[in-house]
Structure formats: C-alpha cells, structure tokens
C-alpha cells in the first residue's frame, strides 16, 4: 500500500506529456493487444493508482486481467515521464521495448 500511495505522490508532481518516442520501434504484439505511447498518460496513470488502491483497500473488485494493465499504465507513464524529462536514448529505449514487450491483457 505505502508503495502505491508513495507512486500517487510522484504522479502528481509530474506533467502530463503527448510527446511520441517510438515510431521506429516495431511492434510485433498481435495489434489488439498494443498498447500505444498516448495510452500513457498522467490521468490514465492516476486512474490506475486509485482502482488498485480499492481494490487492495477491499473497496472495490477487480478481474484478474485488470492488475497487470492497471500496473502497466503506471510503469509506462513513468518510463515514459523519465524518456522525456531525461532526453537519453537509454531511457527512450527502455519506454518504448516496455511498450513493444507489453501486451494488454484481456
């Protein structure tokens, strides 16, 4: 719990960014399971925070496939805040083989 609470701080005092990093970057995942760099956002990110904070609260129900997207949104947005913020090839790297190695799970 201290761990999503302590993500909750970090993803307030960060901005929300629009800015695309991956076009070269091939995407072999099956296209309906994609994620797409604009899904990564500061809102998407904090929606997500709060859904699994109730659900570990017990406030709320979750399906199984929901807790690995919901911690996908928060890492990528903050691999993606990081890609941005630091402007190395490094960090774009890491952002964009998360985004070509994840898949949505449904």
């Not at 970057?25 to 997500?48: C, G, M, R, V």
């Not at 807790?67 to 190395?88: D, T």
């Amino acid at each position: 719990m201290k761990s999503l609470i302590t993500a909750f701080i970090i993803l307030l005092s960060l901005p929300g960014y629009t800015v695309e990093l991956c076009g070269k970057y091939e995407n072999k995942i099956e296209p309906d399971h994609q994620w797409k760099e604009s899904d990564f956002t500061k809102h998407n990110a904090e929606l997500a925070i709060k859904r699994l904070s109730d659900s570990v609260a017990g406030k709320a129900k979750l399906d199984w496939y929901e807790y690995p997207n919901l911690s996908a949104y928060i890492e990528g947005y903050l691999l993606k805040v990081k890609a941005l913020e630091s402007n190395s090839n490094h960090n774009i790297r890491r952002f964009c083989n998360f985004i070509i190695n994840t898949a949505v799970v449904d």
